[in-house]
């Protein structure tokens, strides 16, 4: 449960950077469109996978 916390908390603070994707990924039509909305889910996912390495405390 701790983790899907994290993971909300860490996607909030990065709010402004999704909206931005999103924004591009609405003015975008055919396969530029399906391209970036590709792309877009791979990072998040990436960028959720990645959570835990990312803040790791030394």
Known sequence: MKFFKDALVDLANQIWHLLGFFAAWL???GSAKRVVGWAILIGLIL????????????
């Open 27 to 29: 003015v975008l039509t």
């Open 47 to 58: 960028w959720v996978a990645t959570l835990r390495i990312r803040t790791q405390k030394h």
